[in-house]
C-alpha cells in the first residue's frame, strides 16, 4: 500500500529523470534480519568472517557484505510521501514465520 501511494505520487509530481527509493526503513543489517529468520526457525547463527561470507555465499556474498543503507529522506521531501505501514522485520514477523 505504502508503494502504491509513492508510485502515484512519483507520477504525479516528480522531476523528469528523479530516482527515489521506496523504503519505509533505513539502516537495518542483515545480521538483524538473519537473526529473526534464525529465531523463528529455530536455526543456530553463526558470525562469518569475509572470507567466510565468500565461501559460504559465493556470488551473493558481495550483496550482503555491500553496505549502501537506503534512505527515504529526498522520497518524502519531494514528494510528501510518510510511510503508514509496518515495516520489514515487522511484516517478516507477521507474515513469514
Not at 523463528?40 to 551473493?60: D, G, I, K, Q, R
Not at 519531494?78 to 514465520?97: K, S, V
Request: hydrophobic share 40%; proline share 3%; net charge negative.
Amino acid at each position: 500500500m505504502d508503494a502504491a501511494k509513492l508510485f502515484r505520487l512519483a507520477a504525479e509530481k516528480a522531476a523528469k529523470g528523479a530516482l527515489y527509493n521506496a523504503v519505509g526503513d533505513t539502516g537495518i543489517e542483515i545480521k538483524r534480519v538473519a537473526e529473526l529468520i534464525g529465531e523463528n526457525l529455530n536455526l543456530p547463527l553463526a558470525s562469518l568472517s569475509e572470507e567466510e561470507t565468500a565461501t559460504h555465499f559465493e556470488w551473493m556474498s558481495r550483496f550482503i557484505t555491500f553496505d549502501s543503507p537506503a534512505t527515504n529522506i529526498k522520497t518524502k521531501e519531494q514528494l510528501g510521501w510518510q510511510p503508514q505501514h509496518i515495516g520489514l522485520l515487522e511484516d517478516m514477523q507477521q507474515n513469514y514465520f
